[in-house]
């Protein structure tokens, strides 16, 4: 075995592996329920190793619902199991309104001093700590304390982990004595001297050396040099030995590693600054660096605390662990003491010096730990599956998950109290906690502190009187009945009945009887008053109140309601049904869409119910279709050359629908066939044409003239969006009158061995067509756009018409 120099790496409090049923066996669920807190606007920070350096990072605990969005990360370390990530989730099952804060620990004492610090400058009111360094001081607050003490002054709530080193220590009054000229530790608290002890260990871990000299955890000022040395069991036989040059470092420490085995442990005076005083007392403690369970048997009683460091700190909130199997509701058996965890640590603490390292005029001895919460606990992704529980969710085990388990409860204590002070929320965890290893109530246990914490019974000096208020009806003013009405407490509460209650209309009697209900669904913060709709049948104003005028509304606490609260709405006839819609067009836009258009009658519609059918008594494949209020709507996905019929109605939400509005009809294009209206985006017109309204025989909603005018001047340019290259016929149509032009000139621009020619032709306006489509020719045309027609009226005799134009695939017939 190598004699090894300190390594004082941080030790995270995992005892074993780890889940959160908490919620339970810290009464924490009632708490929630009965007074409706969650933690908001409470933000609560943790620090450990770290956050987000493996597996699925805080991203996965956030996908998974275990934590939620916006937790913050202010410092991270990228080496660590994100133990501070299962912290977190703990924190968010008990108090999910608190904001969550992560920084680190590690990898050094004043890192982690800064960061608590840091903590604090983000607003951090409750912390939640489990690490220690093994040289951390033992007799002096050191660098990480001073920083605990400086945010706790500040009005911060400091919990720290007890850790899980049982009674792996060893501590006394120094006593010495000289063997053949060399100064030894004295073990042997009788008349007898013995400067060997006997110890046992069952692990691999660290064995420290402290003694009382200034020291803060990383400078200190030695006059003593001790040195260590582990001796094989019965024998001279020097297995291991610590022996730094402790005057020369200034460091009041020794370490080394031992492993499984008996072993005799010796304490030497190597040297001292001349004048100086021997050291009064020293402390063994044996730490693993995994925080698992391991033993030291001393052969002497002695001091065999375990809680060293900041987790002694005496404005420090220490926490020991519970596994939840071992208490109620989830063991039933309420006879025999409910015990902490074997691992759990032990204290008191001693304190020699001040923070400068000045000694004390005695020595103070501080209760540690101060209480203890529930570990063992689900997380989504640390630890272990444990038998106890009924899933396979990894259990989180140790003081590390107690911790958090005891600050989520003091976060809902500071959203009920936000100017509750440390000392008040560490008597109200105390004064109400329950036994531990056999303890009487209110009586402190080295192991337990002073038990384990009740989060129910904890809270109620915290909580204020109950509010309530009364929810608005929606819309008001309303043309219905309203047939319920919603009561809102703030916390769950008791007393509550009918004659808290008066429902009157404009100030008249109350109109509440025994036929009214009142119902409550989640154990009495939220009620439903019901049976209202006959009181409020007719007009009027009526106003519901609750002014307390029963037996007292009272919380769980026994306070009473706060406030009274009424609320009114006001109930209208209902208005008339809607004016039927006017000026219903269809019309074919190609092959598979009908655009319908009206013109809208009322201003009190909420919607439009259009129905369209295959006969004109909407009897063949009739479809209902529902619009927004709107005046244009396009019917698509239909079959080609198909008749339909439609017709359309107005309705709102109080008095039904308007009647029909007439009934149109429109064809849709045969395959192949491509209509240009002059209306649509396809027809380009030149000059200053009239647009009239639809009359017999014409297309669409409109159609163009020229009056007659500007003669060389007007045009209108058709261009269709052919899908494919052929042969197609091309029509177009217009109105046959007298004063109709009897020389219209038309230009058809189609394709011809790919070059695109022009061809005009004449119409006579007047004595021809007018009863629907006039054929022009056949004519072949590129797809796309490239062909058009051009209706003039250039050297015209009389008023020309231009109003669509048709183009039909030639192999679909005339």
């Known amino acids: 075995m190598a004699t090894l120099n300190p390594n004082y790496r941080p030790i995270t409090g995992t005892a074993g592996v780890a889940n959160n049923q908490a919620d339970a066996a810290q009464n924490v669920q009632p708490v929630r329920a009965a007074y ?57 099952d008990l108090a999910p309104g608190a904001q969550l804060y992560f920084a680190t620990a590690t990898p050094t004492q004043q890192v982690f001093a800064r960061n608590i610090r840091a903590l604090r400058d983000a607003g951090v009111e409750i912390y939640a700590d489990d690490v220690i360094y093994p040289a951390e001081p033992v007799f002096q607050p050191g660098v990480v304390e001073q920083a605990v003490n400086a945010v706790t002054s500040d009005g911060a709530v400091y919990f720290v982990l007890a850790h899980n080193f049982a009674d792996q220590g060893f501590g006394a009054v120094a006593d010495y004595a000289s063997v053949n000229g060399q100064r030894f530790i004295d073990f042997d608290p009788s008349a007898s001297v013995d400067t060997r002890m006997r110890v046992t260990v069952n692990g691999f871990a660290q064995l420290m050396l402290q003694w009382d000299e200034p020291y ?118 309420t006879s025999a003491p409910i015990n902490n965890e074997l691992f759990s640590g032990l204290g008191p603490v001693t304190r020699v010096f001040d923070a400068a390292g000045n000694r004390l005029p005695t020595p103070i001895t501080i209760q540690k730990p101060d209480i203890s919460g529930i570990d063992n606990i689900n997380t989504s992704f640390f630890g272990a599956d444990v038998p106890e529980d009924d899933d396979v969710l990894p259990n989180f085990s140790g003081t590390s998950a107690a911790t958090p388990n005891v600050a ?15 000392a008040q929320i560490k008597a109200a965890l105390q004064s109400t906690a329950i036994p531990l290893n056999g303890g009487q109530a209110g009586q402190w246990d080295p192991q337990g502190g002073f038990g384990l914490i009740d989060a129910f019974a904890a809270i109620r000096p915290f909580v204020s009187a109950p509010s309530v208020r009364i929810a608005r009806v929606s819309p008001d003013p309303t043309d219905t009945a309203v047939g319920t009405m919603k009561i809102i407490f703030s916390q769950q509460v008791s007393g509550f009945d009918i004659a808290d209650l008066q429902f009157r209309v404009q100030g008249g009697p109350n109109l509440l009887t025994g036929a009214n209900t009142l119902r409550t669904r989640d154990g009495g913060r939220t009620w439903f008053l019901g049976n209202l709709a006959n009181l409020n049948a007719q007009p009027g104003t009526y106003t519901l109140t609750i002014a307390d005028t029963g037996s007292p509304i009272t919380n769980l606490a026994g306070l009473r309601l706060a406030n009274s609260a009424s609320a009114s709405f006001t109930r209208i006839a209902p208005p008339p049904p809607p004016a039927a819609p006017r000026d219903l067009t269809a019309q074919a836009l190609d092959s598979d869409t009908i655009r319908l258009r009206w013109t809208d009658m009322s201003d009190n519609e909420t919607s439009f119910t259009l129905q369209r059918a295959e006969d004109p008594d909407f009897r063949l494949n009739l479809v209902n279709i529902n619009l927004p209020p709107n005046t244009t709507v396009y019917d698509d996905d239909l079959p080609a050359g198909t008749t339909f019929y439609y017709r359309i109605r107005a309705f709102n939400d109080f008095s039904g629908g308007s009647t029909f509005s007439r009934t149109v009809l429109a064809t849709t294009l045969s395959p192949g066939e491509v209509i240009v209206d002059n209306s649509s985006g396809r027809a380009t017109v030149r000059g200053d044409w009239s647009v009239l309204p639809k009359v017999d025989f014409t297309y669409g909603n409109s159609f163009l003239s020229d009056d007659n005018s500007g003669k060389g001047t007007k045009s209108v340019r058709f261009t269709p969006n052919l899908l494919e290259e052929g042969d197609y016929y091309v029509y177009t149509r217009w109105t046959r009158s007298t004063d109709r032009a009897t020389n219209v000139p038309i230009d058809i621009y189609y394709d011809d061995d790919g070059q695109r020619v022009k061809k005009t032709l004449t119409v006579d306006q007047r004595n021809r067509g007018g009863a629907g489509w006039v054929l022009l020719g056949k004519f072949h045309f590129a797809a796309g756009t490239n062909g058009f027609v051009v209706i003039r009226n250039d050297g015209t005799d009389g008023t020309v018409i231009a109003d669509a134009v048709r183009f039909l695939k030639a192999e679909n017939g005339r």
Do not use: C, Q
């Open 216 to 333: 803060n955890g990383v400078v200190g000022s030695a006059n003593t040099d001790l040195d260590l040395y582990v001796y094989r069991a019965g024998s001279n036989r020097v297995l291991a030995a610590a022996t730094s040059f402790n005057v020369a470092t200034g460091l009041p420490l020794e370490s080394l590693f031992l492993p499984f085995g008996t072993y005799d442990i010796e304490i030497r005076v190597a040297d001292r600054v001349v004048g100086s005083p021997l050291p009064t007392r020293f402390k063994l403690l044996y730490v693993n660096n995994g925080g698992t369970l391991g033993s030291f048997t001393t052969e002497y009683a002695g001091d065999k605390s375990a809680i060293w460091g900041h987790l002694g700190a005496a404005d420090a909130i220490t926490v020991g662990a519970v596994a939840f199997f071992d208490a109620p509701p989830y063991r039933t058996d």
């Open 408 to 422: 989520a409860v003091a976060a809902l204590i500071r959203e009920a109290l936000p100017g509750a002070s440390a």
């Open 36 to 92: 409706g807190l969650t933690g908001a606007g409470v933000k609560v920070g943790v620090l450990s190793d770290s956050a987000g350096a493996t597996g699925n990072r805080l991203a996965g605990s956030i996908a998974t619902g275990d934590l939620p969005l916006g937790t913050r990360i202010l410092a991270d370390y990228p080496v660590g199991t994100d133990e501070g990530r299962a912290m977190m989730e703990l924190i968010h």
